[in-house]
């Protein structure tokens, strides 16, 4: 589905990522981890096309997809959740869908609107509301909706459960589950790591930008130094 060949990345001169190599199967759940300022959000960001791809390649589904403008990778199949969610927040809630949709025909919207609400039904309870005016959970929802609305093949979702009670947490995880079973790629950004090995099929560890570890999430759980060194697991 996704392929990152020696992808290096960053802002100027800087490089955040460094010569970072990871391949996503269809269907499958991958966690990206590691500390603040690892590099996460840039992968990212430089995977859907806000953030300068340095040197190496991205390939979706076969395609060099590195030098394409970030709209050009949503058609193909890419959207993202990104970190801080990002909302319309004087917009309502269906508004915002209506803006994840926009790629999409406009006859597409009340069927791919439902398939959210089916997936986080409390948004159909806010609908008219403003983006702004939703509590935390309400938007992290909102953002991965908006997200889905696009009908991708490969969903990043970033800092899941950054601040959200862990009764939404479990709810948005849940969602995460459904959508794999349904057939799709999720690439997934997380501090939390408890929550992310839990339903991740690949593991990859960054710091400084550098891939310090990578393999199965069971692999991952099971090896005392990775746990203890990056993922402050004991
Ligand atoms: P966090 O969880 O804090 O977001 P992260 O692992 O997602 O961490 P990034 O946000 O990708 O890490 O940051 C990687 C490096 O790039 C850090 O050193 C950060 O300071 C730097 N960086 C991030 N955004 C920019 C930017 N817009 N301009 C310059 N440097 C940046």
Redesign the pocket.
Known sequence: MLELKNLTC???T?E??DDLSLTLQPGTITA?L????????????CIAGH?QLHRGGIAFEGRDIGALPPPDRVRLGLAISP?GRRLFKDLSVEDNLRVGGMIRPKTDFPQDRDKVLSLFPRLGERLASLAGNLSGGEQQMLAIGRALMARPKLLMI??LS?GLMPKVIDLCYRALQKLREEGLTILL?E?NTDRALSVADQVCV?E??RTVWRGSAQDAARDPDLAAAYLGLH
């Open positions: 960053g802002y100027g800087f955040a990522v990206l590691g500390a603040n300022g690892a590099g996460k959000s840039s992968t990212l960001m953030v970190e970033d800092e950054l950004v501090q960054l400084s930008g």
